[in-house]
């Protein structure tokens, strides 16, 4: 690999940096950037087993797979990631309660280290650097190419039920049954409901509707032309949306048909969506607590945030399940996970320090995809095996986020 003898100290493998953290961004603002190595090279459309390269992106291998009857086993909210920012990250879907991570799927992989090596990882060949590297954040080397384990569907289009609950305890009797009966399940929440509305949200439950047909889904996006000079997302407008959101969603739990990117991938219609934000941008705020104590934690998180009226109109709470992660830095474990944007400002840093002594008395820890603010402590103390990927890490290698947390 040409990063091998060059002039600058450290590297970092780059995808389309749709991480929303530091984890993405080099130390030394020298990224090696993958999404040209862009090319499939094998198919097994028997057995849904496909080999592409790093950069391949999640909406290109839907466009292959789809007309063969073939879908991701595990999809993150956005299609527009490639394979390999996939694997470092060790992305979760909506199906996590039952299926678990992206890496599960992750047959094998090719991984180029500045040491000139060239080494084929699986669970049976080199499995510590294997699991080192599944949301290993990029730091173990450069993955070239993966091999993936695809999903079988018979149509794309799933069928949905949605359903209002009225306050956080409802959410997770709601979910622990819907769960049972369903592939998919995720709630929207409420962010500024407080009281005896505190955590009123809308459930979806869903699974492919097989009778639906293969289709690819257009690309059809609507652009945000310009960057507004101050966030559009304040309290009023907050308030306002999320009222309107819950009034418009019928009080008795209904079924619809929906395609998949409308179910999977919201944000993807809207170019540029983050500019809502203004000029000073966001941060999302992505945590994971146990389950013994979620339903405290995160009630006390929302409190928190509904009392500062800020957030985002897409707040999103799930449970996660108990399926091990195959990645020694995996994000989700067995609990309950809430995510949500903050607009860029002072106060946000002040509500996260809150919103982290609740996730750290909880014994829970954040999503280093999502997050640029994780104190050292909070990272060593919630991934106590970070040492894992350190003891891998390829010494040309460093993110913004791993000299933050561990250097
Ligand atoms: C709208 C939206 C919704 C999202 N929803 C979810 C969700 O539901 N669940 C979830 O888990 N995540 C979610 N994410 C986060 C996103 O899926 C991850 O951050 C993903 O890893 C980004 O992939 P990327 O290709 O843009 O990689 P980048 O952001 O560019 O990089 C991500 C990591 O991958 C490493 N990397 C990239 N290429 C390589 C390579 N070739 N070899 C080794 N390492 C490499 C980078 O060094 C970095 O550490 C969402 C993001 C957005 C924007």
Known sequence: MSFL?????????????????DSCLAQSGQVIQLSGMDRFISA?????ILQAEAGVTLAQILSVAIPHGWFLPVTPGTRFVTLAGAIANDVHGKNHHRVGTFGRFVRSLELCRSDGSVSQLSAAQHPELFSATIGGLGLTGVISRAELQLQRIAGTDLQVRTERFGHLQDFFSLSAFSERQHEFCVAWIDCTARDNQLGRGVMYSADFAPQSGLKIAAAGQ??????????????????????????KTPVVAHMAVQSYQHFFYPLDGILNWNRLYGRGGFQQYQAVVPQHCASDAIHDMLAIIAATGTGSALAVLKRCGDIVSPGILSFPCAGTTLALDFPQNDATAALFQQLDAVVRAAGGRLYPAKDAHMSADDFQRGYPNWGGVEKWRDPALMSRFWHRVTQ
């Open 5 to 21: 003898h060059n002039k600058h100290d450290t590297y970092l493998p780059f995808g389309l940096g749709r991480s929303y953290g």
């Open 44 to 48: 097994d459309w028997s057995q849904g």
């Open 222 to 247: 609507v652009k945000l032309p310009f960057t507004p000079p101050v966030s559009l997302v304040n309290s009023l407008s907050l308030k306002l949306f999320n009222e309107l959101y819950w009034r």
